[in-house]
């Protein structure tokens, strides 16, 4: 058992709660228990899913049994999990540019604009890529994206 905070396998018993042993982490000093928690990834999930449907925070509350703060929290993991994976991403730009790009409707937009190049936000499952968008007449010194 680690850590839920920091995870860390230094750890030693501080009593019990409602039933519940609690621990006590010797590196960050937090309180954890081993119980597992009340809501799953697919909860988070479903909740960020109508939070950006635009579903308020206590109706996602209320449609998941979960309390309005406990949806803040998870939107706001998700959040810093994002700037994260942005932070990430935009250092790769700098120093890992792809080969190919396919675009659709960001091409038709791209090509009405070209004389200014912009970025565009690649998810795909855990990773994120922020690529440099150019026009068409500039392609050589396009980055891009193989899809291979």
Known sequence: MNCTHCGSAEWRKNGRHQGV????CKSCGRYFTDKPPKFGRQIEAEALDMYLNN???????RFLGASPAAVLKWIG????VLSAQLAGAATQLETDLPDII???EIYTFV???????SYG???AGDSVVLLRITS?????TAPSLSTG
């Open 21 to 24: 042993q609690r621990y006590r």
């Open 55 to 61: 579903v308020g925070i206590r109706k996602i509350g």
């Open 77 to 80: 993991k998700a959040h810093r």
């Open 102 to 104: 396919e675009m659709d």
């Open 111 to 117: 090509q009405k604009n070209s004389s200014v190049p």
């Open 121 to 123: 936000l690649l998810i």
């Open 136 to 140: 068409a007449t500039k392609a050589s």
